[in-house]
T-cell receptor, first 114, second 110 residues
Framework: DTEVTQTPKHLVMGMTNKKSLKCEQH?????MYWYKQKAKKPPELMFVYSYEKLSINESVPSRFSPECPNSSLLNLHLHALQPEDSALYLC?????????????FGPGTRLTVT | DAKTTQPPSMDCAEGRAANLPCNHSTISGNEYVYWYRQIHSQGPQYIIHGLKNNETNEMASLIITEDRKSSTLILPHATLRDTAVYYCIVRVGGYSTLTFGKGTMLLVSP
């Protein structure tokens, strides 16, 4: 099974809402990632978790809060977002942090902030 | 990671070979060349990677020049489903992050 799943597929939220995005993989990968992709732009890295610990935060605003409750799950908690945060949010996973393993991406969650 | 340069768009007729170039003139000796693609509204998909030698898998072939300053991704018999944005990325082997450039939008037409 080489699948990364993400839920929900689409999410519309107001600026005062709190919501969460979920990502799951069962490949035994120990590195997991969140990317943000605006329309017609390439994906941009937000966070990296390695062995369930946050290893990289690309200066992401605190209204985005990642969580890795176990090695298979990755969440992104959203609070007080702005309309400009509307984007496709992609999750990815990879094998051990060393070695030459490719990243597997999920289909993404299309987020619209109203 | 070293930067890459790719043409913004390319066209290819269905059934023909698609040859996508990438320049990476500042690549370091320990950096690999990776190719990913992203079909519209889907997550990126790994295609192939290489260090020095040419590589082939069931999806594509990767040709790296001897000086490693450029490479070409070859889709031998392009289909309509190969229409996507193709990203060439150079990164140190084992390094965990990918930095996506603007990529090449490949349009395969009937």
């Amino acid at each position: 099974d080489t699948e990364v799943t993400q839920t929900p597929k689409h999410l519309v939220m107001g600026m005062t809402n709190k919501k969460s995005l979920k990502c799951e993989q069962h490949m035994g990968h120990r590195a997991m990632y969140w990317y943000k992709q605006k329309a017609k732009k390439p994906p941009e890295l937000m966070f990296v978790y390695s062995y369930e610990k946050l290893s990289i935060n690309e200066s992401v605003p605190s209204r985005f809060s990642p969580e890795c409750p176990n090695s298979s799950l990755l969440n992104l908690h959203l609070h007080a977002l702005q309309p400009e945060d509307s984007a496709l949010y992609l999750c990815a996973s990879r094998g051990l942090p060393t070695g030459d393993y490719e990243q597997y991406f999920g289909p993404g969650t299309r987020l619209t902030v109203t | 990671d070293a930067k890459t340069t790719q043409p913004p768009s390319m066209d290819c007729a269905e059934g023909r070979a698609a040859n996508l170039p990438c320049n990476h003139s500042t690549i370091s000796g320990n950096e690999y060349v990776y190719w990913y693609r992203q079909i519209h509204s889907q997550g990126p998909q790994y295609i192939i990677h290489g260090l020095k030698n040419n590589e082939t898998n069931e999806m594509a072939s990767l040709i790296i020049t001897e000086d490693r300053k450029s490479s070409t991704l070859i889709l031998p018999h392009a289909t309509l489903r190969d229409t996507a944005v193709y990203y060439c990325i150079v990164r140190v082997g084992g390094y965990s992050t990918l930095t996506f450039g603007k990529g090449t939008m490949l349009l395969v037409s009937p």
